[in-house]
C-alpha cells in the first residue's frame, strides 16, 4: 500500500496531521461540554445509515467537528450562521484554504514585525479597516480570525451600527495564522457532502433536509440571560429575545413532524417567578441539566460552573 506523506500548501515540509477543531475563539463554544453532549446522543445513533447532521447556529464548530470526526455514520452536513464573515471562513476553509491561509500570514508578519506596545495601535487599525464598508470578504475573513485571536477574551460583540468594538486583548504570542488547524478543518469538510447556507434565517436549513435518511439537528442558539443583569447579548444586532426562542420551538415542532432527530442547548434561564423558562417551553421533550463552564467574565475567579439544559426530542 502506497505511503502518502501530506505536504502544506507550499510544498515547504510534511505537515503533521492534528484533528479538526474550531479555529475561532467561541463564546458558549461546546469543547468542554461534548463528552456529556456525546453521551445524549440516540444510543443507535452510530447504527444509522447516511446520516445528515444539522447544525443551524455553528459559531465556532466544536459540535461539528466533533460529530464528523466521532460517528462515521454521518456521510451529510448542512450548517448555518447569522454571521456572515464566519459563514465566509467555513467557505474559504472548505473551498479555497490558501486563500485564507495567505491573507492571516501577511497580517501576521504585519503585526509581529512591530514591537509590542506598538501592537495595540496596529490591532485598532486592523479593527477599523474590517469596519468599513467595501473590504473584500476574504480579506474580511481574515480579519475576522485575526480579531477573534487577538481581541479580549475572543469575544464577538458588536454595536448598535453593527460594528466589532471588542477591546484589545494584550496576548503576548497570539495564533494568528493556524495553518495545520486550517488544513486539518479543510480535510474534514471536504470528506463528506458539504452544505454551507447564506448566513440568514436558521430555517433555511429545512430546505436541504434529507428525505429518504435520517436527519439530526443539534441547536446551539444566542443562550437566553439567566436572568435580568445578565449581559452578553451582542453577538449581533438582533436580538435573539423570547419571542424567538418561541419561534424556534415552533421550529423543533415542525422537525419532529418530519422525523428529525433533535438535540438544543441553552442556558438554565429562570422566569420573573423562578420557573425554568425551557422546562416549561419545551414541554413534551426530554430535558437535562449539566453542568458548563463559562469563561466571559473578565474576572477569573468568577469563571464558575453554571447549569445548562439539554432538550431533546428521543
Given at each position: 500500500?502506497?505511503?502518502?506523506?501530506?505536504?502544506?500548501?507550499?510544498?515547504?515540509?510534511?505537515?503533521?496531521?492534528?484533528?479538526?477543531?474550531?479555529?475561532?475563539?467561541w463564546a458558549g463554544g461546546k469543547g468542554n461540554l461534548l463528552q456529556k453532549l456525546e453521551a445524549l446522543l440516540?444510543?443507535?445513533?452510530?447504527?444509522?445509515?447516511?446520516?445528515?447532521?444539522?447544525?443551524?447556529?455553528?459559531?465556532?464548530?466544536?459540535?461539528?467537528?466533533?460529530?464528523?470526526?466521532?460517528?462515521?455514520?454521518?456521510?451529510?452536513?448542512?450548517?448555518?450562521?447569522?454571521?456572515?464573515?464566519?459563514?465566509?471562513?467555513?467557505?474559504?476553509?472548505?473551498?479555497?484554504?490558501?486563500?485564507?491561509?495567505?491573507?492571516?500570514?501577511?497580517?501576521?508578519?504585519?503585526?509581529?514585525?512591530?514591537?509590542?506596545?506598538?501592537?495595540?495601535?496596529?490591532?485598532?487599525?486592523?479593527?477599523?479597516?474590517?469596519?468599513?464598508?467595501?473590504?473584500?470578504?476574504?480579506?474580511?475573513?481574515?480579519?475576522?480570525?485575526?480579531?477573534?485571536?487577538?481581541?479580549?477574551?475572543?469575544?464577538?460583540?458588536?454595536?448598535?451600527?453593527?460594528?466589532?468594538?471588542?477591546?484589545?486583548?494584550?496576548?503576548?504570542?497570539?495564533?494568528?495564522?493556524?495553518?495545520?488547524?486550517?488544513?486539518?478543518?479543510?480535510?474534514?469538510?471536504?470528506?463528506?457532502?458539504?452544505?454551507?447556507?447564506?448566513?440568514?434565517?436558521?430555517?433555511?436549513?429545512?430546505?436541504?433536509?434529507?428525505?429518504?435518511?435520517?436527519?439530526?439537528?443539534?441547536?446551539?442558539?444566542?443562550?437566553?440571560?439567566?436572568?435580568?443583569?445578565?449581559?452578553?447579548?451582542?453577538y449581533s444586532n438582533d436580538p435573539f429575545d423570547d419571542i424567538q426562542q418561541e419561534e424556534l420551538k415552533e421550529?423543533?415542532?415542525?422537525?419532529?413532524?418530519?422525523?428529525?432527530?433533535?438535540?438544543?442547548?441553552?442556558?438554565?434561564?429562570?422566569?420573573?417567578?423562578?420557573?425554568?423558562?425551557?422546562?416549561?417551553?419545551?414541554?413534551?421533550?426530554?430535558?437535562?441539566?449539566?453542568?458548563?463552564?463559562?469563561?466571559?467574565?473578565?474576572?477569573?475567579?468568577?469563571?464558575?460552573?453554571?447549569?445548562?439544559?439539554?432538550?431533546?426530542?428521543?
Open positions: 500500500m502506497p505511503n502518502h506523506k501530506a505536504v502544506d500548501l507550499f510544498g515547504e515540509r510534511p505537515v503533521r496531521r492534528i484533528p479538526a477543531k474550531p479555529f475561532v475563539k440516540p444510543t443507535d445513533f452510530d447504527d444509522l445509515k447516511n446520516v445528515t447532521y444539522i447544525e443551524p447556529f455553528v459559531g465556532g464548530g466544536a459540535m461539528l467537528f466533533h460529530m464528523l470526526q466521532r460517528h462515521k455514520c454521518i456521510t451529510r452536513a448542512v450548517i448555518n450562521d447569522i454571521n456572515a464573515d464566519l459563514i465566509r471562513c467555513y467557505q474559504l476553509i472548505a473551498n479555497n484554504p490558501q486563500i485564507l491561509i495567505d491573507r492571516l500570514k501577511n497580517i501576521e508578519n504585519n503585526y509581529f514585525s512591530v514591537d509590542f506596545p506598538a501592537r495595540k495601535e496596529l490591532f485598532y487599525a486592523y479593527r477599523d479597516q474590517y469596519n468599513s464598508e467595501g473590504i473584500h470578504p476574504d480579506e474580511r475573513a481574515a480579519l475576522f480570525i485575526f480579531l477573534n485571536h487577538t481581541c479580549f477574551n475572543g469575544l464577538y460583540r458588536v454595536n448598535a451600527a453593527g460594528k466589532f468594538n471588542v477591546p484589545y486583548g494584550r496576548y503576548k504570542k497570539p495564533v494568528i495564522c493556524n495553518k495545520e488547524v486550517i488544513m486539518a478543518d479543510h480535510r474534514l469538510l471536504n470528506s463528506i457532502e458539504l452544505m454551507i447556507r447564506q448566513p440568514g434565517d436558521y430555517k433555511l436549513v429545512r430546505q436541504n433536509l434529507s428525505r429518504n435518511h435520517p436527519n439530526f439537528v443539534y441547536f446551539d442558539p444566542p443562550y437566553r440571560p439567566l436572568n435580568d443583569t445578565s449581559s452578553f447579548r451582542e421550529f423543533c415542532d415542525r422537525l419532529s413532524n418530519k422525523n428529525c432527530l433533535i438535540m438544543l442547548s441553552n442556558s438554565d434561564s429562570k422566569t420573573e417567578n423562578g420557573d425554568s423558562y425551557f422546562e416549561k417551553l419545551y414541554q413534551g421533550y426530554r430535558f437535562e441539566r449539566i453542568m458548563a463552564p463559562r469563561f466571559i467574565n473578565a474576572n477569573g475567579e468568577k469563571r464558575e460552573k453554571l447549569a445548562e439544559v439539554v432538550i431533546r426530542n428521543y
